[in-house]
């Protein structure tokens, strides 16, 4: 899978949108790009992932470049809640239940009140 | 209506114990997960099982044993335990297709004396 690098901490004031840069420079045709986030002490918690084209759900959107090897995950109206470490992962699908997803060190995201 | 649960929360033991974590998903899933997260923070997997078929096995020593007695259940057990085996403990689960998507459970904090 590819590597993916992000900032190692960023603050949002709350109500303000959070904008969370990801670098996969040696992504492959292949590799979506999933998102999740880990709130202190509890288990990861999927947000958004894509391929190629741009996507948005309830969570968040995801933005990703035409070379596709960048992308930034946006949380339109931060909360405190959205306090978290983000986890960028860039992976191929599966079909056989053996593709792991890969944890880098993320970006630990602080809330401002 | 939890989706992913483990037992117990928490798991304090001495060295040298054997222990069992046991994990239970309600999502109808094919596919479920261990992983482990460090004192560093860093979440690895240990371990896959895609309809009762191991498909991941990291390299983790052999002490580590999953168990999947059906498609719903997904339990580790641990021999012989050592102070290096205190972490959290995640398992999560996914319905394997193209773009899974994993979901976590609470977690299980392990603490070896």
């Known amino acids: 899978d590819a590597k993916t690098t992000q900032p190692p901490s960023m603050d949002c004031a709350e109500g303000r949108a959070a904008n969370l840069p990801c670098n996969h420079s040696t992504i492959s045709g292949n590799e979506y790009v999933y998102w999740y986030r880990q709130i202190h002490s509890q288990g990861p918690q999927y947000i958004i992932h894509?391929?190629?084209n741009n996507e948005t759900n309830e969570m968040a959107s995801l933005i990703i470049t035409e070379d596709r090897k960048s992308s930034t995950l946006i949380l339109p109206h931060a909360t405190l809640r959205d306090t978290a470490v983000y986890y960028c992962i860039v992976r191929v699908g599966s079909n056989f239940g053996n593709e792991k997803l890969t944890f880098g060190t993320g970006t630990r995201l602080t809330i401002i009140p | 209506d939890t989706a992913v649960s483990q037992t117990p929360k928490y798991l304090v033991t001495q060295m040298g114990n054997d222990k069992s974590i046991k994990c239970e998903q309600n999502l109808g899933h094919d596919t479920m997960y261990w992983y482990k997260q460090d004192s560093k923070k860093f979440l690895k997997i240990m371990f896959s099982?895609?309809?009762?078929?191991?498909?991941i096995n990291e390299t983790v020593p052999n002490r580590f044993s999953p168990k999947s007695p059906d498609k719903a259940h997904l339990n580790l057990h641990i021999n012989s335990l050592e102070l290096g085996d205190s972490a959290v403990y995640f398992c999560a689960s996914s319905q394997v297709i193209r773009t899974d998507t994993q979901y976590f459970g609470p977690g299980t904090r392990l603490t070896v004396l």
């Open positions: 894509g391929l190629k």
């Open positions: 099982y895609n309809n009762k078929e191991l498909i």
